[in-house]
């Protein structure tokens, strides 16, 4: 598989699995207080999703998040994979 189609993978599952998430949520929080000394701050997220949504939004955010480290994976393998002329003792072509 290429890097390429997996990063596009990745962000067409994350975008599916969060818009689900985020798109049929109800009766959502968020909070954020502030203190000193700085120990005391809180940020509070509550998301209530509720049915097929929320099974198929949190298992399609998983496989994206799985494309983009296989996407990850294979860039680095790929940039490895090259080897600089400079490394190999040859002189670079034109």
Same mark, same amino acid.
């Given at each position: 598989?290429?890097?390429?189609? @997996? $990063?596009?993978?990745? #962000?067409?599952?994350? /975008? &599916?699995?969060?818009?689900?998430?985020?798109?049929?949520?109800?009766?959502?929080?968020?909070?954020?207080?502030?203190?000193?000394?700085?120990?005391?701050? @809180? $940020?509070?997220?509550? #998301?209530?999703?509720? /049915? &097929?949504?929320?099974?198929?939004?949190?298992?399609?955010?998983?496989?994206?998040?799985?494309?983009?480290?296989?996407?990850?994976?294979?860039?680095?393998?790929? $940039?490895?994979g090259q080897?600089?002329?400079?490394?190999?003792?040859?002189?670079?072509?034109?």
């Amino acid at each position: 598989m290429n890097s390429d189609r @997996a $990063l596009i993978a990745s #962000i067409l599952f994350l /975008g &599916l699995g969060l818009g689900l998430i985020f798109g049929y949520c109800h009766d959502s929080t968020i909070s954020l207080s502030g203190a000193y000394p700085v120990a005391g701050a @809180a $940020l509070q997220i509550a #998301i209530n999703t509720n /049915g &097929l949504p929320a099974v198929v939004g949190v298992a399609s955010t998983l496989i994206g998040v799985l494309f983009f480290f296989a996407a990850l994976v294979l860039t680095v393998l790929k $940039l490895m994979g090259q080897r600089s002329p400079a490394r190999q003792g040859g002189t670079p072509a034109a």
